[in-house]
């Protein structure tokens, strides 16, 4: 056991008892000043409610208190419930990482966030959370990356964490968890800690009685360790008194919602419910208490007790499996508003928070004083309590690790007719032949569509992760089959279940592996292109952590034809278009793969690159001979003149993708009319979309002289000229380019859900043919 493993097991006396209640304390003030701040002190220009959640902070104050002031370790990492956040920025405040002028600005332009984010607050945020469950889901697969790289020898034991997420008791709605759930169990998961603020209340109403019991099942069935922390102490003394039992079956029975009732309304309303349910000697025991005591008694609950937390954590520390903590708690604890049913968005007045300041010590005009009112004993025992938190180790806890060298060229894959999704499969394979430290660094994953996303060649080379040696018994019984699925400590592809929300928080983790763990990998996801959406939350939430990956979407479209409508997808360009930090490619050739493939290996890393999105496909296509010089650097910035207009050329066809022989077949009809007729070939609508965006706006804040890549293209022709734009999704895809110089355009594309038939028969009912592009030329030129 490492030093700072034996420093968070270490109890604490107790006088440092006391000084981690203060502490407490000045968590609970902190977040809740922060809030007032920003609602009620910083000047408001808009009139609108900034909000914030007061409640939710107070309810979790005990437990992020016991985490990160004793339990928590530097290697540790931890998703914060996002309406904790300034419970978090509080804590970080304490601890030194974090400035006043953030706190005064939360929620404002610049000042720390509504809900912990990696890329815009300046503490030290690990995980983004905000979309409720993906934070709790992200962990477990952040544990998978920590079992990867720990099989491989690339992380040691004193570097082996925790990964933590402090959740709402509501957030166990979201089927998101239940999915990863699975996973957990199927890939023997370890050092996993949810941490449940059960406070039977959610956003709109008090929670189902019948659930509280169901949660132990659940987690137990999947291997999970279950610690309940119903009771403080002070209730456990109390139960052991004559009368105790009575009163603790009393509250065992009790509705969620009766016992945030009486929480709100206090002790008067404890004392008169309790003394007309209990029996006689329940009365005595309740006699016993005064008003405040009594107060504390029923509400001081096992998630409001640092005795009972560190106790918790300390024994959950013992060994590696995956735990559920549940911690019962009251919403909005020690607040005006504790218990109410509308206290989720609730704010206390400036009367209320001058109350809890005075109620703490605060002095007024010191309200960000950390140690404001504490006795100077105290003040030094807080602060050598902060000192002494295994937190506080200086070592670092996000990683910069050092780039990996990409080859210099990806081979082109042979053949004169093939698919992207095709060469996809064996430009991997051919990586997986090398034994570079590139190659080694690769990991794949799919969603039960490895072998049909054409992964088969990379897996059969590197196999599959798993924790425990798995032979391919097809294979040891010699049944002919192409994949050999075998797993072990050193395989490279992560299989997981029919659930794309996994695989999107699957390369989310894998593509923090940098600045977590220091280690670099290069996530490569693949998926059916439609099911993209059915995961869209979860790709945002991995992209606005600014983790780095490769998303391969294959097959897509239209030209999907037999698999039907449910199987085709129509608006998944417009989604790789619209989501920042994500740069959509939709390649027809192999060549053009094998270049940007490589590019988009290259941008991982670089400080200011992003994520990669492919949109593939199995349409086999021939493979066109190359003549011009300079094609690979205009693909590269999204689109290539396949066919070079002549000079002041009148018309012009735009396609993306796999309707690459429709696009030329069309050029041959037309070429006899058209002789100076060009056909551009677009790589990236995306990348074309935001270089010319990204010019205008350049114009307008008096950057003279940029011109967009799309703009330079389009000048070939007439300004007069028509465009016919094609690709096998929403014809808005393409559409845009008449804006570039205003040119007219017709737009093809696919706008109604498809069905199942022959390309022939789909390319003509859908307007996708050369019949179409005919037809749209004759309307550009009347």
């Not at 109350?355 to 404001?372: C, M, N």
């Not at 493939?597 to 349409?619: E, I, K, W």
Request: aromatic share 8%; net charge negative.
């Amino acid at each position: 056991m490492n030093a700072i493993s034996k420093s968070a097991s270490m109890p604490l006396t107790p006088r440092e008892l006391s000084a981690l209640a203060t502490l407490e304390e000045r968590l609970l003030w902190l977040s809740s000043w922060t809030i007032h701040h920003a609602n009620h002190v910083r000047p408001n220009r808009d009139g609108l409610k900034v909000g914030g959640h007061q409640a939710s902070c107070a309810s979790m104050t005990s437990l992020m208190t016991a985490l990160y002031f004793h339990a928590l370790r530097p290697q540790d990492r931890v998703a914060v419930k996002p309406h904790a956040s300034p419970v978090f920025h509080a804590a970080q405040y304490m601890f030194g990482r974090q400035t006043r002028d953030q706190l005064e600005r939360f929620r404002g332009l610049g000042g720390a966030q509504s809900y912990p984010s990696r890329t815009k607050d300046k503490d030290d945020v690990d995980f983004s959370t905000g979309s409720v469950g993906l934070g709790v889901a992200v962990t477990a697969f952040a544990a998978l990356v920590q079992d990867y790289l720990a099989a491989r020898g690339r992380i040691g034991a004193d570097r082996m964490g925790r990964m933590i997420a402090l959740l709402g008791d509501a957030e166990l709605d979201e089927g998101n968890i239940y999915e990863a759930l699975i996973e957990t169990y199927k890939h023997d998961l370890r050092n996993i800690w949810w941490i449940v603020d059960y406070n039977r209340q959610s956003l709109d109403a008090t929670t189902s009685e019948r659930m509280w019991d169901r949660f132990d099942d659940i987690f137990e069935t999947v291997g999970w360790d279950v610690l309940t922390l119903k009771y403080g102490k002070r209730q456990l003394e109390a139960f052991a008194r004559p009368g105790g039992p009575a009163l603790q079956a009393w509250i065992e029975s009790c509705p969620n919602d009766l016992y945030a009732a009486l929480s709100y309304q206090g002790a008067s309303a404890w004392r008169a419910r309790l003394m007309q349910d209990l029996p006689a000697d329940g009365q005595a025991l309740i006699a016993s208490y005064d008003d405040i005591g009594l107060s504390n008694l029923m509400t001081q609950l096992g998630g409001h007790c640092l005795e009972t937390l560190l106790e918790a954590f300390e024994q959950a520390a013992q060994n590696d499996r995956p735990k559920l903590f549940i911690a019962y708690t009251v919403k909005g604890w020690r607040l005006p508003f504790q218990g109410h049913k509308d206290n989720h968005s609730g704010l206390m007045t400036p009367t209320q928070i001058e109350s809890l300041r005075d109620q703490l010590g605060i002095k007024p005009g010191q309200e960000w004083d950390a140690f404001s009112g504490l006795s100077q004993d105290m003040a030094e025992d807080v602060r050598a309590l902060i000192a002494k938190a295994p937190f506080q180790d200086p070592r670092p806890r996000r990683f910069e690790p050092a780039s990996v060298e990409i080859p210099a060229s990806f081979d082109v894959p042979s053949g004169q007719s093939q698919s992207t999704q095709a060469a996809f499969g064996k430009i991997l394979a051919d990586i997986a032949k090398t034994e570079s430290d590139f190659a080694a660094r690769i990991v794949t994953t799919s969603p039960d569509v490895t072998v049909s996303t054409n992964l088969g060649g990379f897996v059969n080379r590197r196999g599959l992760f798993s924790r425990t040696t798995m032979k391919d018994v097809f294979k040891d019984l010699k049944i002919a089959s192409p994949q050999i699925w075998t797993g072990s400590g050193g395989g490279q592809h992560i299989e997981l279940g029919i659930a794309e929300n996994n695989l999107f928080l699957n390369l989310a983790a894998f593509g923090l592996a940098g600045e977590h763990f220091g280690e670099r990998l290069f996530p490569i996801g693949t998926l059916y292109d439609p099911f993209i959406a059915r995961g869209l939350d979860a790709l945002n939430y991995a992209l606005y952590q600014n983790a780095r990956f490769i998303v391969v979407s294959t097959p897509s479209g239209l030209t999907l034809g037999p698999e039907g409508g449910a199987h085709q997808s129509i608006n998944t360009p417009l989604i790789g278009m619209g989501q920042p930090g994500l740069t959509h490619w939709e390649p027809a050739f192999a060549d053009e793969l094998a270049l940007l493939m490589r590019h988009a290996f290259v941008d991982l890393q670089a400080p200011n690159g992003g994520c990669h999105y492919f949109r593939l496909s199995t349409r086999s296509l021939e493979q066109p001979a190359r003549s011009q010089a300079d094609w690979q650097s205009h693909a590269l910035q999204g689109a290539y003149w396949l066919v070079p207009p002549g000079p002041g050329s009148g018309l012009a066809i735009a396609y993306a993708g796999a309707l690459a022989p429709e696009a030329l077949a069309g050029f041959e009809a037309l070429r006899e009319d058209y002789p100076d007729l060009g056909v551009l070939a677009v790589t990236s609508p995306d990348l074309l979309h935001r270089g010319w965006t990204q010019a205008g706006r350049a114009r307008w804040t008096g950057a003279a002289g940029k011109t967009s890549h799309v703009e330079t293209l389009l000048s070939a022709l007439s300004p007069q000229a028509g465009l016919i734009t094609l690709v096998d999704g929403s014809p808005a895809t393409l559409s845009w380019l008449g804006s570039v110089r205003g040119q007219r355009v017709r737009a093809l594309g696919v706008e109604e859900f498809g069905q199942t038939g022959d390309l022939p028969d789909l390319y003509r009912t859908y307007r996708l043919d050369s019949e179409a592009i005919l037809d749209a030329a004759a309307d550009l030129v009347l």
